[in-house]
T-cell receptor
């Protein structure tokens, strides 16, 4: 069974540009979570989507947004990129919510120059 | 301040030794998960514990969830170089399905 996949693997942008990151969950998983792992800051929760709806978001500005498609894949958009947005962006999926285990993809390394 | 405090931050031991990593909080979690992460890769789920007092074993790894569901520990017996990595604990609060992560413990096992 395929795990969570993310694309692209690496993304290099300049300050002020927009970035789009993509995630495909494990087949059958309906919940998708996005996390940011910046150097020295650990994993921080960004967004949670379930059944196509945004259910919760972390303490990030509105320029971080996303959506979940009918096939449960998801997209994270970051507008007006800033240097401090450089990080590993991780997507996780789970079978439903509550106590369900979250399985992570390999991540997208975003570098903002 | 982090919801989950992990200790120690770094751990370097010789192959064959035992080690324990701790994860503590003042909050009650509905579930707690342990992950291992290699540099530049996504975290790999090791175990999920959901019941207070629960003990789970995965080969040489033993995971324990505290009775009050506020803390957890990971014990590795006879560590091997392949156990080297960043170990992360993460908890989900009741009715809040996002994970709050500890800062991680970097484990180095020397051959």
């Amino acid at each position: 069974e395929a795990g969570v996949t993310q694309s692209p693997t690496h993304l290099i942008k300049t300050r002020g540009q927009q970035a789009t990151l993509r995630c495909s969950p494990i087949s059958g998983h309906t919940s998708v979570y996005w996390y940011q792992q910046a150097l020295g800051l650990g994993l921080q929760f960004l967004l949670w989507y379930d059944e196509g709806e945004e259910r919760n978001r972390g303490n990030f500005p509105p320029r971080f947004s996303g959506r979940q498609f009918p096939n449960y894949s998801s997209e994270l958009n970051v507008n007006a990129l800033e240097l401090e947005d450089s990080a590993l962006y991780l997507c996780a999926s789970s079978l439903g919510t509550g106590r369900a285990s979250q399985f992570f993809g390999p991540g997208t390394r975003l570098t903002v120059l | 301040t982090q919801l989950l405090e992990q200790s120690p931050q770094f751990l370097s031991i010789q192959e064959g030794e035992n080690l324990t990593v701790y994860c503590n909080s003042s909050s009650v979690f509905s579930s707690l998960q342990w992950y291992r992460q290699e540099p530049g890769e996504g975290p790999v789920l090791l175990v999920t514990v959901v019941t207070g007092g629960e003990v789970k074993k995965l080969k040489r790894l033993t995971f324990q969830f505290g009775d009050a569901r506020k803390d957890s520990s990971l014990h590795i017996t006879a560590a091997q170089p392949g156990d080297t990595g960043l170990y992360l604990c993460a908890g989900a609060l009741r009715n809040d399905y996002k994970l709050s992560f500890g800062a991680g413990t970097t484990v180095t096992v020397r051959a």
